[in-house]
């Protein structure tokens, strides 16, 4: 069983940046896709960005080119860096961790596919 804890939410204007990180304790990393996802009061849970235990990387269509996602399994993070952030990206984010193996190319995109979450972080793009 893993345990998940995420930082770097905040406060930003329009334009700015912030870097998200996921960090994982109690079972080795590697062996989960892990996702970002979001959510803002009153509407459902979205993905936001996946990386899969075999390396494949997604992203939602509105955050491609804006947001990247990256792993460091020896150190048990994986991080969201975003870019250009506008208002609609405010939202609490998420990571989560999936423990089953998909297949071969497969990215696991629904809130339902993951066994494990974090408590959430806080984005606000405001001005």
């Known amino acids: 069983q893993v345990q998940l804890v995420e930082s770097g939410g905040g406060l930003v204007q329009p334009g700015g940046s912030l870097r998200l990180t996921c960090a994982a304790s109690?079972?080795?990393?590697?062996?989960?896709?892990i996702g970002w996802f979001r959510q803002v009061p009153g509407k459902e849970r979205e993905g936001v960005s996946y990386?899969?235990?075999?390396?494949?990387?997604h992203y939602r269509d509105s955050v491609r080119g804006r947001f990247t996602i990256s792993r460091d399994n020896a150190k048990s993070t994986v991080s969201l860096q975003m870019h250009s952030l506008q208002p609609e990206d405010t939202a609490i984010y998420y990571c989560?961790?999936?423990?089953?193996?998909?297949?071969?190319?497969?990215?696991?995109?629904?809130?339902?596919?993951?066994?494990?979450w974090g408590q959430g972080t806080q984005v606000t793009v405001s001005s």
């Open positions: 990386s899969t235990s075999e390396g494949v990387i």
């Open positions: 989560a961790a999936d423990e089953s193996l998909p297949p071969r190319g497969y990215v696991p995109t629904e809130p339902y596919e993951y066994d494990y």
């Open positions: 109690g079972s080795s990393l590697d062996v989960y896709s």
